[in-house]
């Protein structure tokens, strides 16, 4: 009997040490935009870091409170990873009856990367900077229509501050993700909005799509050109996304310092650094004290902006 109870207490550090051989990255986001993208670049690199198959898995819908709602309610073991944006902040102060709670039930793991959000338009709406499109919906304020890939989003609160601060009254039109709300521009149905960089390049480049301005502090390093919505008489004006990974709380310490290490390693590649780039992403990876922080700080923001907007779900 002893030598059985001594057995069990030599093993002990190794079953309080097993990680799992399989991880699952849920991404809150459709594939084809920048949340995709980075867990698609990630996952092969933290896998080879952490010894583990990391495997990314799309759950979209409502901003991405599905995938967080899932990631809330799966098993702590460091099995399943949630990659998120702006959501996050927003969310809990627009959602109501979701079954858990964003602050109570997901861990913070790492800051990944922010990012820009690019205003576009047709070039059909012949306007070709955000002088010309105030003056364009000041004329005719049936033009002040803008798409968004959802109530809330991070698009639709830049739009929503920049119609605001140029004294416009806007109709928001929300998409179901990204690609759809760019396709909705391509089709006539709004004639600007606020959008990824990562939808917004190959419709550049092609001309389908005209960028108008950036809507953070700084101009974005893929598209230098392209002044920011500050420069364009907006002074203060800015308005970004981020991506993060979070995790069930109850998760186990060393497990959120192990994926956040793995996270922050990744992220620091040389050779994916043009990868992230080309989309705007600019790395940010600085552990689980600095994202809590960070997210206490952009829920607050978001409050009162939503409250400032008046942006309701119904």
């Keep these: 009997m002893r030598r059985r109870a001594l057995l069990a207490l030599t093993l002990l550090p190794a079953v309080a040490q097993a990680q799992p051989t399989t991880i699952r990255l849920v991404i809150a986001f459709p594939p084809g935009g920048s949340t995709d993208i980075l867990g698609r670049l990630l996952a092969p690199r933290m896998a080879a870091r952490l010894g583990a198959l990391v495997t990314p898995e799309n759950r979209s819908g409502a901003g991405g409170a599905v995938a967080s709602g899932h990631v809330a309610h799966s098993a702590p073991d460091g099995g399943t990873l949630l990659l998120d944006s702006g959501g996050q902040a927003v969310n809990p102060a627009l959602m109501r009856g979701l079954g858990f709670d964003y602050a109570r039930d997901l861990a913070p793991v790492t800051l990944l990367a922010t990012l820009p959000l690019l205003l576009v338009a047709r070039p059909g709406f012949g306007v070709g900077d955000l002088p010309a499109l105030v003056e364009r919906l000041r004329a005719d304020p049936r033009h002040a229509r803008y798409g968004s890939v959802g109530v809330g989003s991070r698009t639709h609160i830049a739009a929503a501050a920049l119609l605001r601060r140029a004294g416009v009254a806007g109709e928001h039109v929300p998409y179901r993700g990204g690609a759809d709300q760019v396709q909705g521009m391509l089709r006539g149905d709004v004639p600007f909005g606020f959008t990824s960089l990562a939808l917004a390049a190959p419709l550049l480049a092609d001309g ?107």
């Design 208 to 314: 389908r799509l005209r960028a108008l301005g950036v809507s953070t502090a700084t101009r974005a390093a893929a598209l230098p050109e392209v002044k920011t919505i500050a420069e364009q008489g907006l002074p203060g004006f800015a308005h970004g996304d981020w991506v993060a990974l979070l995790v069930p709380t109850g998760t186990p310490e060393a497990a959120i310092a192990r994926l956040a290490e793995a996270a922050a390693e990744a992220m620091g590649e040389v050779e994916i650094a043009p990868r992230l780039a080309a989309i705007g992403l600019q790395p940010e990876a600085r552990g689980p004290a600095h994202l809590a922080g960070f997210l206490a700080e952009e829920r607050a923001l978001m409050a009162r902006i939503i409250a400032e907007e008046d942006i309701r779900l119904d």
